[in-house]
C-alpha cells in the first residue's frame, strides 16, 4: 500500500501562485512514477502532470506549459506542483496520484495504482 497525502491548496487570485505538496509513505520504494490530476465539477478528470522517481523526467499537459512545474525530493519521498499565473479556469480539486509499474501512459488516470483525497485550488477573478 501506499499512502498519499495532498496539500497547498486554497483561495487565490487570478495571476496568483499556489505551491501544493504530496507527500507519500508505505511502500513507496515500488513507486515508479508520480502524477498530478485535477477535476472541476461536472467536468472530467484531467491530466496535469508527472514525473519519474528515478531519472526525474517531467512530462506536462499543453494547458499548463510555461506555468507549472512539477518537482521531486526522494528523500523525503514528496512531489510538488508550483503553480503560477493560476487563472480561474484553474479552479478545481487537484490530486496526486502513484503508479507501481513502468508506464508510458502517465496522461491518463487508469494508469495510476494510488490516489490522494485531493486538495481545492479556487482562484478568483
Known amino acids: 500500500q501506499v499512502q498519499l497525502v495532498e496539500s497547498g491548496g486554497g483561495l487565490v487570485q487570478a495571476g496568483g501562485s499556489l505551491r501544493l505538496s504530496c507527500a507519500a509513505s508505505?511502500?513507496?520504494?515500488?513507486?515508479?512514477?508520480m502524477g498530478w490530476f485535477r477535476q472541476a465539477p461536472a467536468k472530467e478528470r484531467e491530466f496535469v502532470a508527472a514525473?519519474?522517481?528515478?531519472?526525474?523526467?517531467?512530462y506536462y499537459a499543453d494547458f499548463v506549459k510555461g506555468r507549472f512545474t512539477i518537482s521531486r525530493d526522494n528523500a523525503k519521498n514528496t512531489v510538488y506542483l508550483q503553480m503560477n499565473s493560476l487563472k480561474p479556469e484553474d479552479t478545481a480539486v487537484y490530486y496526486c496520484?502513484?503508479?507501481?509499474?513502468?508506464?508510458?501512459?502517465?496522461?491518463?488516470?487508469?494508469?495510476?495504482?494510488?490516489w490522494g483525497q485531493g486538495t481545492q485550488v479556487t482562484v478568483s477573478s
Open positions: 508505505g511502500r513507496t520504494f515500488s513507486t515508479y512514477a
Open positions: 514525473i519519474t522517481w528515478s531519472g526525474g523526467s517531467t
Open positions: 496520484a502513484a503508479v507501481t509499474r513502468f508506464s508510458t501512459y502517465y496522461s491518463s488516470s487508469k494508469t495510476y495504482d494510488y
